[in-house]
């Protein structure tokens, strides 16, 4: 029990440190993904896609429609009829026919098509959901590489700063040495020509920094000149059990392919539905002149009826149809195997190009340590006069581009973790 609370204790101490460390991170990725505008076309798509689900549902109710007519006629139908032993009986068409009728028709019977209008319908709002969640992966894993991009050109800055200190620091150390003369004025001339070079690279170094900070203001919508906060250096990507362990099931490309071929299914039933029986029954009520007997005002009628229509003979129209449905069907299924290939080879070449990454930092670790060790051993023996300016120079040119292979291994290394993250749909 002891040693459980001993555990406990520990983790809750240091949950806040990695806290601290990604809310930076975790700020901006909620940033983008609220400013991001393909997801906010996502969002009404997916809205979309749910009023049409209602409106397929909508078809198993009663349909009520309304119809309203007029008509003249110039000359309008006469019909004499002779009768035995009277005169001549004449029936006369009127000039004007109007009225107005109201039609209640409900669906029996469809052969399937508005039971797979709803599913089919329910398919495609799965595979925009689908969408907006592979949209969100990318959003976030832009994010990552964006900020990471920008810590890391501030650390190159702060670097060229450090760079640029040494070599000020060496000038200074050449020139108190020049006036005493104890060594050649030539030293000095170095020396300020490496202190030029440094100023410049300091300059090239800021510049960098503020253009990656203006793309990641332009990521997470904010003002373009606004300084942004970013972390002082990149953290090492330590090769934890921290790392995601899915397998990568849960990947919005592949539950989208499995939505394309539910939606192929339902697109042939939906064909196949047109060649089976349709049963509808239905009421109509209407008021029209004339009205029934002749009359001449406006009367009052109404009918009930059903409608069956039974497709007989298409020339093999149907058959080919579902054959086409089924060549759909199985190209659907082809690409669901494209795509999990493609999601499997992804998962592995990102845990891969991770691996390899901690390893390259490690190795760039090492080389900056013995790097910073080799050039204040080389400052301590040019004092000393063992060794001359160039020696010197040459350590610190190599201190710096340790700094910078190291930098450049740190950036790699969370770029491979955000990639494997992503891989993993862990975001």
Not at 362 to 379: F, V
Not at 410 to 417: E, H, I, P, T
Request: contains cysteine; glycine residues 4%; aromatic residues 8%.
């Amino acid at each position: 029990m002891k040693t459980f609370y001993t555990l406990l204790l520990f983790y809750l101490c240091v949950q806040p440190v990695f806290s601290q460390q990604d809310s930076l991170l975790e700020k901006y990725r909620a940033m983008a993904l609220d400013y991001n505008h393909d997801l906010r076309a996502a969002d009404k798509n997916i809205a979309s896609s749910m009023e049409l689900i209602k409106a397929a549902k909508a078809d198993l109710k009663p349909k009520l429609s309304g119809d309203a007519n007029f008509q003249y006629t110039g000359n309008p139908i006469e019909l004499t009829v002779n009768l035995p032993q009277s005169n001549p009986l004449t029936f006369e068409g009127r000039d004007m026919k109007y009225g107005a009728s109201l039609s209640l028709m409900q669906p029996l019977y469809t052969g399937g098509r508005i039971r797979e209008s709803i599913r089919l319908a329910k398919h495609q709002q799965s595979m925009n959901v689908h969408q907006a969640e592979l949209l969100h992966s990318s959003v976030c894993y832009q994010t990552d590489m964006q900020y990471w991009n920008a810590v890391a050109r501030r650390e190159l800055m702060n670097i060229a700063t450090d760079y640029r200190n040494s070599v000020a620091s060496l000038a200074r150390t050449i020139r108190e040495r020049v006036e005493a003369g104890l060594v050649d004025p030539q030293d000095l001339l170095m020396a300020e020509v490496k202190l030029n070079e440094a100023e410049y690279q300091v300059l090239q170094a800021r510049n960098s920094f503020e253009t990656g900070r203006m793309a990641l203001n332009s990521l997470i919508g904010m003002p373009l000149e606004s300084e942004t906060e970013v972390q002082e250096s990149i953290p090492v990507v330590l090769p934890s059990d921290n790392l995601p362990a899915s397998d990568g099931s849960n990947r919005p490309e592949l539950l989208m392919a499995h939505d394309q071929i539910k939606i192929a299914e339902s697109q042939g039933k939906l064909t196949d539905s047109k060649y089976k029986p349709q049963l509808y029954v239905g009421i109509e009520g209407s008021y029209s002149s004339p009205g029934y007997d002749f009359k001449t005002d406006l009367d009052p009628n109404y009918a009930i009826y059903a409608k069956l229509s039974v497709p007989i003979f298409e020339w093999g129209k149907r058959r080919n149809e579902k054959r086409s449905s089924a060549w759909k069907v199985g190209m659907a299924n082809d690409y669901l195997n494209k795509v999990t290939d493609n999601v499997n080879l992804e998962i592995q070449t990102a845990r891969t190009s991770l691996a390899q990454a901690i390893k390259q930092v490690d190795l760039t670790g090492s080389s900056l340590e013995k790097a910073r060790e080799n050039e204040q051993k080389a400052l301590e023996r040019y004092e000393e006069g063992k060794i001359s300016i160039m020696e010197v120079i040459e350590a610190q040119n190599y201190r710096q581009a340790s700094q910078i292979n190291y930098v450049q291994a740190k950036v790699s290394a969370q770029g491979s973790y955000s990639g494997l993250i992503k891989a993993l749909h862990n975001y």
